[in-house]
Structure formats: C-alpha cells, structure tokens
Nanobody
Framework: VQLVESGGGLVQPGGSLRLSCAASGFTLDYYAIAWFRHAPGKEREGVSC????????YYADSVKGRFTISRDNAKNSAYLQMNSLKPEDTAVYYC????????????????????WGQGTQVTVSS
C-alpha cells in the first residue's frame, strides 16, 4: 500500500501548481482522499478532502476559492490544483486516505486517516 505525491516545486507568488497523489497496492475507489500541509513551526493543517461516495469536497478557509481538489478513479489518483499561491502556502504537502467519506466535522484531523504519502515540498517565493 503506497501513496506517492508529486508536482511540488518553487513558484512565484500568484503562480499555480498541480499536485498529484498516486495510489498503488489498493484502489482509491472506496476511499476519501485528503490533502494536508505542514510548514516549519506550525501544526499539520488539513487543506482539502474529497469523498469517494458522492465526490463531496471540503476546504480550509485559507484556501477556499484558490485550491481545487479532484480525483480520477480510473487513474487511481487524486489532485490538488493550487492557484493564486501565496508565500504562506509554503509547506510540505501530503495526501492521505480514509474509508469512503470525508466527515464534515473531523475531515481536517490527521488521526482520521489511515494511509499517508511521503510528501512533496511546495515553496512560494519571489
């Protein structure tokens, strides 16, 4: 069972990046997928979640309107499109999974999730 993130890098403020999360060893069809980020000196933060059942999505207030989460079950992958990036978006970004559904009151809590990727660094700087 493995999750592998990719797509991170260095981008200027206002720029865009698209992160990918590829699963192997299991199918994502029955799993909710979340993105978290962890910046130095800060707690791990839930960024977004997408359910398996109905595709419902959740976003942290800090990224609403700028980030979009999606999934492609045929490719066993999920994505995070990040637009209008700000320096405060700088962090290591992780994808994680839990069975079926993002829970509205707890989706942003790391303990909800069973499998985690190794992370990809996103740096927003001029």
């Amino acid at each position: 069972v493995q999750l592998v993130e990719s797509g991170g890098g260095l981008v200027q403020p206002g720029g865009s990046l698209r992160l990918s999360c590829a699963a192997s060893g299991f199918t994502l069809d029955y799993y909710a997928i979340a993105w978290f980020r962890h910046a130095p000196g800060k707690e791990r933060e839930g960024v977004s979640c997408i359910s398996a059942s109905d595709g419902s999505t959740y976003y942290a207030d800090s990224v609403k309107g700028r980030f979009t989460i999606s999934r492609d079950n045929a490719k066993n992958s999920a994505y995070l499109q990040m637009n209008s990036l700000k320096p405060e978006d700088t962090a290591v970004y992780y994808c994680a999974t839990e069975p079926f559904t993002c829970h509205s009151s707890t989706w942003s809590h790391p303990y909800e999730y069973d499998y985690w990727g190794q992370g990809t660094q996103v740096t927003v700087s001029s």
